[in-house]
């Protein structure tokens, strides 16, 4: 057996999949073939999920059978609603509601009893956790402003609902369909941590709701989906010390902070989507405030021409201008990070579907460097 360390297993190969492929040194993302930029451009973020899971893109009848059947399992139970509004009163954070949401979900799973070996089951039961995932965000929102949720709307797309239930108002068509395209491209990327993390679960042939809520937890973190958060969190300091950018981004460098939005493990160019999320960015500044997006480029080209970060490969990622994107849809900043997880669901639970078909237990072993002979000291003589 090789004892080569990979830490943080940076370029261990530990699957096959037909899903995603990123190469990082172009910059491109393909899911299932398809380029993003064409995804994102021409699709919804149903068509995406169909093509993640039924492993084509639909026709127009079946997507919309798909889309209607999703929109039917929207409703969280009553119990899940009250959850939301306790954990809302207890000023819990976002991210931590929605994964106790999500475990929460499988108390009323009607195919419970199901064989956890029968995939087509785990599919709908991942279906479902997908179709509610937005009617339990938005709830904990609305009880957050001391408001009521609202009921999904089923004529409504996942991502217009969504709007829809989080304001009580439906978005207008440059709004839905700039969330859609945000969820597009959130919704796979090879074997991330929070999609490695559901797939380690779902090895151990755990049910899907451990292996999404599993996947949840491990996004949160600031070194992945919480960095969009934390984006929007540093533009805001920014524009509140009355700072130039620059002068800001200088200090930080200079005391060695890390820029979030900036970096990746696998990308050594600008992520395919930051680009895109970008051009999205500029159109929603050109029609309203055009603050954020300036200080954003203002950051990058200075921490890309001046700092010479991208020739150490480091460029920004995904996370680097979704922010700019949400706050000018109205979304709050502490919801950026759920909206990530809400897309990724369907990423998650086309891995672990994936893995499930040829599963092997997910198990590595960790180089030992403790002691090896310890002489035990019973309790009462140490
Ligand atoms: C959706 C997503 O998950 S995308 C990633 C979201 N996370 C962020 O944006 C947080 C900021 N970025 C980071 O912390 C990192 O780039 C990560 C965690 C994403 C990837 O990190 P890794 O692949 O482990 O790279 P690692 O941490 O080894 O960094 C390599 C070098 O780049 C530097 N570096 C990496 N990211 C940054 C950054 N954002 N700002 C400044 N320097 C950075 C590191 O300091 C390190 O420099 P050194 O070799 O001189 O010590
Ligand atoms: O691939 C990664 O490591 C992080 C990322 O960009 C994602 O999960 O979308």
New binding site residues.
Partial sequence: MADDLKK?LEGVLVAESDLSSIDGDEGRLIYRGYEIEDLARGASYEEVLYLLWHGRLPGEDELAEFADAMATEREVDDDVLATMERLAEADERPMAALRTAVSMFSAYEPEDEADPDDLEATLRKGRRITAKIPTALAAFERYRLGEEPVDPDPDLGLAANFLYMLTGEQPDDVAAETFDQALILHADHGL?ASTFTSMVIGSTMADIYSAVTGGVAALSG????G?NQDVMEVLMEIDESGKDPLEWVEEATDEGR????????VYNVKDPRAKILQERSKELADNGDDKWYEITTTIEDYLTEEKGLVE?G?AP???FYSGSVYYQLGIPIDMYTPIFAMSRAGGWIAHVLEYQEDNRLIRPRARYTGSEDEEFVPLGER
């Fill in positions: 943080g991330n600031p070194l992945h989906g960095a890390r820029i979030p939005g900036f970096g990746h493990r150490k480091i990622n995904v996370d």
